[in-house]
């Protein structure tokens, strides 16, 4: 188990398998709708388990959904952007696609003496994939408008460069303010203003909220209109987790919610304000103007080297991972004309048979043809044929009968007893000519009796 780092920081619990099969099955199928267009935006708040590798646990995380689901879009969309508001950086997802220009990874995350050690600003890629890791560290602190100066310009410039066809999102909630490992100081959606609100629902007071902090991300990333793939993270303080999942599903929805909670089996661990928005701490922002401005100038930089949006060669599409051809087969009319796709569907190979082509227990024995297949005809055959001419031929005949099956068994061995008998006959035959002979020649040699 340490080989695959399984015990540490990612400890066996029961139901383990379960769990994993749950997160990464809920990002695949996810991804197959976005690529049917049966959806525009999924939700899998179980998923955006970023620090797992091909073959290692790390970080709480055993396997990756996240490039399980950006393969699966991969099927159908030329290029796929991957998003990461972690605090931690997505060091999985960056190291999948390290080398390949049809997957571009942004992770805006601490760095520093800071799990996991990775995500530098001069992390790029390599080879083919040289330029396509972008990287955006950053310091204690960060709040509200400085994570929305450097997240908008950026992300523009990406969707600008890149073009892609698909868009992952992974939302971390330990970035927000009051996380239990985090050290950023974001909201789930910020004010205005920085005074104390009337305690009135959010529909009557909406004015006292804008569309910034954590929330901005996913309502930015909204407005291209892309296939959209939303997963979860990271998050240590359960209430706020809460808190900032159910507003992104609201702004997925694109549905305005209350501020005021309502009562429900968890109210309590929800107090003392019992509020959906929380607000931030005085936690001092060590993220200068400065220093944004210096990655962001970089960054651009290194967005200018790619001269194009990379293409794909042509070719057919895997076959999807989760496979609903059956169900929507049910589901279809039968009054109307069915695709030609679901017609070939129905041809039955040639060497598949049904059961009532089946030859007894464990299925058709042999597949060889009997028809065409003539016994001898004994009745043609010279009866003055020598006696080992006669046995040669029944060794011949013999020799091409099949004897696997009971009733060619019972056959031949009719065959064999009627060529017998045959033979008897000839053999009595020949003996009472010869009697006859011997007979007439004697009445001439002694004439008649006395």
């Not at 892309?226 to 997963?231: A, G, R, Y």
């Not at 009719?414 to 009445?443: C, G, P, R, W, Y």
Request: glycine share 8%; net charge negative.
């Amino acid at each position: 188990m340490q080989r695959f780092n399984v015990g540490e920081d990612c400890p066996v619990f029961d139901g383990l398998y379960e769990f994993c099969q749950l997160s990464s099955g809920g990002s695949v199928a996810a991804a197959v709708k976005l690529n049917k267009q049966s959806a525009e935006i999924c939700i899998n708040w179980g998923g955006g388990l970023h620090h797992a590798k091909k073959s290692e646990a790390s970080g709480f995380c055993y396997v990756n959904d996240i490039v399980l689901g950006i393969l699966e879009l991969l099927k159908y969309h030329h290029r796929v952007l991957y998003i990461d508001i972690d605090v931690h950086h997505g060091d999985g997802v960056e190291e999948a696609f390290y080398t390949t220009d049809r997957v571009m990874t942004v992770s805006f995350h601490k760095y520093g003496e800071y799990f996991p050690g990775t995500g530098d600003l001069r992390d790029i890629g390599a080879g083919k994939g040289k330029y396509y890791a972008v990287n955006i560290p950053l310091r204690d602190g960060m709040d509200d408008e400085s994570y929305e100066s450097i997240f908008v310009p950026i992300i523009s410039k990406v969707m600008e460069t890149f073009q892609p066809g698909a868009v992952v999102l992974q939302c971390g909630a330990d970035s927000l303010t009051g996380d239990r490992l985090g050290c950023f100081n974001l909201t789930v959606r910020a004010r205005e203003r920085d005074r104390v609100i009337c305690p009135l629902a959010l529909h009557t007071a909406g004015s006292e909220f804008k569309s910034a902090g954590h929330g901005k991300c996913v309502e930015f990333v909204k407005k291209y209109g892309l296939p959209f793939l939303m997963v979860g993270g990271g998050g240590y303080t359960i209430r706020n987790v809460s808190r900032c999942w159910t507003y992104e599903t609201s702004v997925a929805l694109g549905v305005e919610i209350a501020n005021e909670l309502p009562y429900n089996d968890y109210f309590e661990y929800f107090g003392p304000d019992f509020k959906l928005h929380i607000s931030p701490s005085n936690m001092a922002n060590q993220n200068t103007p400065e220093y944004l401005e210096k990655i962001k100038t970089r960054l651009f930089e290194n967005l200018r080297m790619l001269p194009h949006a990379p293409g794909v060669q042509v070719q057919a599409i895997p076959e999807d991972s989760v496979n609903d051809s059956d169900d929507d087969e049910d589901k279809a009319n039968p009054d109307e004309r069915l695709t030609q796709a679901a017609l070939d569907k129905r041809i039955a190979p040639d060497n598949e048979f049904s059961d009532s082509e089946d030859e007894g227990e464990g299925g058709r024995r042999d597949q060889r043809s009997f028809k065409g297949r003539k016994r001898p005809r004994l009745d043609k055959m010279d009866k003055n044929s020598d006696k080992h001419d006669l046995e040669d031929k029944i060794k011949q005949d013999d020799s091409k009968l099949d004897t696997k099956g009971d009733d060619t068994i019972s056959a031949c061995g009719n065959i064999m007893l009627f060529n017998l008998m045959h033979q008897l006959v000839l053999v009595s035959d020949n003996d009472k000519d010869e009697k006859s002979t011997l007979a007439e020649d004697l009445k001439k040699d002694t004439g008649p009796n006395p």
